[in-house]
């Protein structure tokens, strides 16, 4: 007998807090242990039914390899349930979900607790090699004069340690900085700067509006470092203007740049954690799945123009899946930059660039801007790398259930030159 359908059961999240706020003084394991704990409570699953846990990160911490896994043990999950981290830059959180719809499709599991975490609060900063090298030396020194000598030999300069966040937003190919591929992407399809910042503006308006759809999603979060409970995402601004946003200087090209901190992605902390399983299992277990995961796609491009991956994975998901913009309900796509959204709602109904990069006769179609992004995107809500896939699908899972409609996509870009595309169904 099949076991049907991968279903999404339920899933919480953790508040999305901006960079050095309200979850600074967590770990990626923290967060996600208080998203599985949450989801543990609302959903009653035993946790020895849970055959796997898989979450994705990608900045995982040094003292914590395998986060997934000291989170499920942190999370009261039995120590014989294993735990995998699986990393995918900005798609992670879609990876996970996606694995474990492998392992269920090959018979390797049943019940599955999915998501990402990221804090990008807890990246560390390093040093330079050659400073790691003089460090190394006094500390193998065997006397004060050993010690003395190998110490002259430090620099000013050896004292000043290289935000890792740095090297994790630059692309080693190409090696240019994730908003200097947004900056090509506004050059090449000449998206302005008005543009751009009318984008962001709307989807500061949309996440305001949606702050009670929100707090379904959301899990309290006590952080040691604040007396209060954090109970809502922060980096939305119900008072965003127009205005404000047109002050704000380029980031990456100060001279004649179009991205800045207003119009890009925030870097924020967070944790996403939902039940999955299978139909089959679901049924037995007299649970009511928000929805189902259908098919998955990812696809390279190149790296330098990142930010136009989910048009060469929606080409790829449409030839799988036989399914077109045109049955799709709404659309979550991640907001990493205003430039790079706007960038691929162009490439999407180009027949020159359906030509040319997809060796399509036509385009993959026109997304009209009332299907994206309903409730606001990244922009709005930031962008925790890992945890970000996970949230986009939890997300309109539950936009799915509100409407009482059938069909979403999910698609992020991806760091390094790629893209990830994702169906969702409710029907």
């Given amino acids: 007998m099949s076991d049907g359908r991968f279903m999404i059961v339920d899933g919480v999240r953790t508040p999305f807090c901006k960079l050095g706020t309200d979850l600074a003084g967590l770990t990626a394991d923290d967060l996600g242990r208080i998203a ?8 009653g699953i035993d946790p020895d039914s849970i055959d796997e846990v898989i979450f994705g990160c990608v900045a995982q911490p040094m003292e914590t390899p395998n986060v997934a896994r000291v989170i499920a043990l942190r999370a009261g999950i039995p120590r014989d349930v294993p735990a995998a981290t699986v990393h995918r830059n900005c798609a992670s959180g879609v990876e996970a979900i996606a694995t474990a719809q492998e392992r269920m499709m090959v018979g390797r599991g049943s019940v599955f607790v999915v998501g990402g975490t990221e804090s990008m609060s807890g990246i560390p900063s390093f040093f330079k090699a050659e400073a790691a090298q003089k460090f190394a030396t006094i500390t193998r020194a065997r006397n004060a004069i ?11 300069s050896d004292f000043s340690p290289q935000a890792g966040l740095n090297f994790g937003l630059t692309d080693p190919i190409s090696g240019l900085k994730m908003g200097e591929t947004a900056e090509l992407l506004a050059r090449e399809h000449g998206i302005t700067r008005e543009m751009q910042d009318v984008f ?11 702050v009670e759809k929100f707090a379904a999603e959301i899990c309290p979060v006590y952080s040691p470092h604040s007396s209060r409970a954090v109970t809502a995402d922060n980096g939305i601004r119900a008072n965003q203007t127009f205005d404000a946003l047109a002050k704000l200087k380029p980031v990456f090209d100060p001279k004649f740049g179009t991205v800045t901190a207003g119009n890009a992605s925030q870097i924020t902390d967070g944790a996403v954690a939902l039940l999955a399983m299978s139909e089959r299992r679901a049924d037995q277990l007299g649970l009511e799945p928000l929805g189902a995961v259908g098919d998955y796609a990812v696809a390279g491009c190149d790296p330098a123009r990142m930010g136009l991956g989910p048009v060469f994975a929606m080409n790829r998901l449409f030839q799988r899946s036989g399914l077109t913009l045109d049955v799709v309900d709404f659309v979550e796509m991640n907001e990493a930059f205003a430039a790079q959204v706007l960038a691929v709602l162009k490439c999407l109904k180009s027949e020159q660039f359906a030509r040319a990069a997809l060796e399509r006769t036509r385009p993959l179609g026109k997304l009209p801007a009332e299907r994206l992004n309903p409730n606001g995107g990244a922009i709005a809500l930031g962008h925790p790398i890992g945890a970000s896939g996970a949230r986009l699908v939890l997300t309109a899972l539950r936009e799915l259930k509100r409407r009482g409609a059938n069909r979403a996509l999910v698609t992020l870009c991806v760091g390094g030159g790629q893209g990830a595309a994702l169906w969702l169904e409710r029907t």
């Fill in 200 to 210: 962001a503006l709307e989807s500061h308006r949309r996440a305001a509006d949606a």
């Fill in 146 to 156: 050993q010690k003395l000598t190998a110490a002259a030999a430090l620099k000013p």
């Fill in 36 to 43: 599985v704990d949450a989801l543990l409570t609302r959903t």
